[in-house]
């Protein structure tokens, strides 16, 4: 080999060598490196998992992650208040105070008070009761301490169902009951009051609605000034019932007298002014009270809404104190609607079934109340009796209405009680203590819309009643679809339409001129007609501006309470999370501070 070529050799040698030698020291550089990283990152893990449990430890007070939570399951006298809030009918507040604890009963086999649980419950809101061959659904019951009653203590009335109708009822005793009082003054039934007449059809397999009577007897002297908290149907005496329901009786706010001035006329809670000459009520405020009562709500797939609310706030304007309402099943945005006015307390709104145990399921109930006019029609009976015995200490008048009618006084009269007013010459001459019930005849405004004949009118094209104007120049005969204010002195049996039944004492029911007012029916006639056969009628336009404030004012606050409640709900969910990310954000910088630890 030449000495060129040796030289090359080495060189290349020296260059494999540095080469090997160089990766050598990186292998090692890197293994020592890798060794100190490990260590860092335990020592890291170490630090961050006490970081962690000293950040848990820190914050449990402040916020803890959800996790399964089990709802308080409610004692004593919470669940009282749940059970009467299920049940509305059934005292549990009665049983659990007095009943229960002081062993309420005749004797040790005779008349024990009954049980809740023990309760025949039926289709949620009415109890069974059988006696021989009938089948009764019981509803609610009421006292009625009103003149002119047989018996001079007062009347127990149950509102119910039978199988039968028009035939004699098996002898039945009401046990009544009374705070303090462990033993049960016992009664019998005096008299069962038909509320369908049976002249009007009575199909076998129906439940036909009656008002039982249990009169009040000679009671203890401890008991004189006392009303009954439940009463009970039985058979015999001496049973113990499987039913029982809270008796009703809103005590009125000045006792209502037992008769009137002669030539006075008298309404249920009013009295007449000499020196004014003019009505005034006998409730805290000075015009006459009217209480208005709807039948049960069905509109599950409509949204009536905005005419409900529309209707609400007329029913305001002309007179109306309070609106009471039975529900089956409505549209969400109806429901949001009834929320309001209950909120504000202008409406009582109950749940309702019906007594034939049909189920409360939104397609089927509705079908139902389509298709079987005779069920429907005889289950209507029991939201309007139960609406005027519930609230007839309240009121001097109670209207049964639907919401597509409307009693509107006409000319220059604005309200009710001006509707009243302008008719006392005739009450005076003609029924000194008042008509049993005023009637007003009925007129039908179609689905003709009128064009628009200035700006205002144009302006008012969302509300219904500004709207629809044009009515059958043709008015119903007095009593067909006649709708009446049910003096609640006197009446005793509603029908939808008049007063079947009343207490001695007042007159026959009166049926009101139609230039004082009229029944406005907002619906097409039965029979078909001409447009040569409509008239413009624009009553309902003196209260234009007045409800059309009133509507926009409803409007616009319809969700105050829900918007308020998902704010409070917004604002705890905020704290949490500012919570969750307050811990966050603490551990993140001690595992900064920690790693520029280990880069330094």
Same mark, same amino acid.
């Given at each position: ?5 040796? +030289? ?98 005749? +004797? ?128 015999? +005496? ?363």
């Amino acid at each position: 080999m030449s000495t060129r070529g040796r +030289s090359s050799f080495c060189k290349l040698t020296l260059l494999v060598l540095l080469v090997i030698f160089a990766l050598l020291l990186l292998l090692t550089s890197l293994h020592n490196a890798d060794n100190q990283m490990r260590v860092q990152q335990a020592q890291l893990m170490v630090q961050v998992k006490h970081v962690q449990q000293s950040s848990v430890n820190v914050s449990k007070s402040e916020w803890t992650a959800p996790g399964v939570q089990d709802l308080k399951e409610p004692i004593d006298e919470e669940l009282v208040k749940q059970l009467e809030h299920e049940l509305p009918e059934v005292d549990y507040g009665f049983w659990y105070h007095y009943a229960k604890p002081q062993n309420y009963r005749k +004797s040790r086999n005779c008349s024990q008070y009954p049980d809740p649980l023990d309760l025949q419950l039926h289709n949620i809101y009415w109890q069974t009761f059988s006696n021989r061959n009938v089948t009764f659904r019981l509803y609610a019951a009421y006292v009625d301490l009103r003149a002119g009653l047989k018996s001079k203590l007062g009347v127990v009335r149950i509102l119910a169902t039978a199988n039968q109708i028009a035939n004699e009822f098996p002898p039945t005793y009401c046990q009544l009951w009374y705070a303090e009082h462990k033993e049960p003054v016992i009664t019998q039934v005096s008299e069962w009051l038909s509320v369908w007449p049976a002249a009007w059809g009575h199909p076998a397999q129906l439940s036909y609605p009656h008002l039982i009577s249990c009169p009040v007897p000679n009671l203890p002297a401890n008991l004189k000034e006392s009303t009954p908290r439940t009463v009970s149907l039985v058979k015999e +005496s001496c049973e113990s019932a499987s039913n029982s329901l809270r008796v009703h009786y809103d005590r009125p706010p000045i006792p209502i007298p037992t008769s009137a001035p002669t030539g006075l006329p008298l309404f249920a809670n009013a009295t007449f002014s000499p020196s004014s000459n003019t009505f005034h009520s006998r409730n805290s405020s000075s015009t006459l009270s009217f209480g208005v009562c709807i039948k049960g709500f069905d509109f599950p797939f409509i949204d009536l809404s905005e005419r409900l609310i529309e209707w609400f706030e007329l029913q305001r304007l002309l007179g109306a104190s309070r609106i009471y309402a039975y529900m089956y099943d409505v549209h969400p945005a109806v429901q949001r609607v009834l929320d309001y006015y209950q909120r504000i307390d202008f409406l009582e709104l109950r749940p309702l079934t019906m007594a034939n145990g049909m189920p409360r399921l939104r397609h089927y109930q509705h079908l139902l109340l389509q298709k079987r006019r005779m069920i429907k029609r005889l289950n209507e009976l029991i939201p309007y009796n139960d609406c005027f015995y519930r609230n007839m200490h309240r009121h001097d008048y109670l209207l049964n209405v639907d919401i597509d009618e409307v009693i509107m006084p006409l000319g220059t009269l604005r309200t009710w009680h001006d509707v009243l007013e302008a008719d006392r010459p005739n009450t005076i001459a003609k029924c000194p203590n008042g008509h049993v019930a005023l009637c007003f005849i009925n007129t039908y405004f179609t689905k003709v819309v009128p064009e628009a004949q200035n700006h205002e009118q144009q302006e008012a094209d969302e509300l219904f009643v500004l709207q629809h104007t044009m009515r059958h120049r043709n008015y119903s005969l007095p009593n067909r679809a006649t709708k009446c204010f049910h003096n609640t002195r006197y009446s005793l049996v509603l029908h939808n339409h008049y007063t079947l039944k009343w207490l001695p004492g007042g007159c026959n029911p009166r049926t009101f001129d139609t230039k004082l007012a009229q029944m406005q029916h907002y619906r097409e006639p039965d029979k078909k007609y001409e447009l040569a056969e409509l008239v413009d009628d624009r009553s309902a336009w003196k209260y234009a501006i007045e409800l059309r404030a009133a509507v926009e004012h409803v409007v616009s606050h319809l969700d105050d309470v829900q918007e308020q409640v998902s704010l409070a709900e917004q604002v705890s969910l905020e704290e949490q999370e500012t919570d969750l990310e307050q811990t966050q954000e603490q551990q993140q910088v001690l595992e900064q501070v920690q790693s520029a630890k280990v880069n330094n």
